[in-house]
């Protein structure tokens, strides 16, 4: 059973940072790409980052590349999101999950999820 914890979120002003962490417990996080994704009020959840289990291929959705950051730690079992420069349309729900393979593919591709952290950015 993977288990996905998120921490890091909080009040920010605009222009700000903040940096999410999510410990995964179980063996499979260091063969597991792992994503972010946010979910803001009346909206549908949607994709923010995607990591590879090596940490070599990197995506990003477009509204924050140059933005934010993806990395990981297979060592410590984290994946974070440094996110900078962060805007009031950043608040959302932050969700940390594990994808069911190594490489990044779609966004059906992640079976296990936190229970989010709240990220709110005042103007």
């Known amino acids: 059973q993977v288990q996905l914890v998120e921490s890091g979120g909080g009040l920010v002003q605009a222009g700000g940072s903040l940096r999410l962490s999510c410990v995964a417990s179980?063996?499979?996080?260091?063969?597991?790409?792992m994503a972010w994704f946010r979910q803001a009020p009346g909206k549908e959840r949607e994709f923010v980052a995607a990591i590879s289990w090596t940490g070599v291929s990197l995506k990003y959705d477009d509204s924050v590349k140059g933005r934010f950051t993806i990395s990981r730690d297979n060592a410590k079992n984290t994946v974070y999101l440094q996110m900078n420069s962060l805007k009031p349309e950043d608040t959302a729900i932050y969700y940390c999950?594990?994808?069911?393979?190594?490489?990044?593919?779609?966004?059906?591709?992640?079976?296990?999820w936190g229970q989010g952290t709240q990220v709110t950015v005042s103007s």
């Open positions: 999950a594990q994808g069911n393979t190594r490489v990044i593919l779609g966004d059906t591709n992640y079976n296990d």
């Open positions: 179980g063996r499979t996080f260091r063969d597991a790409a």
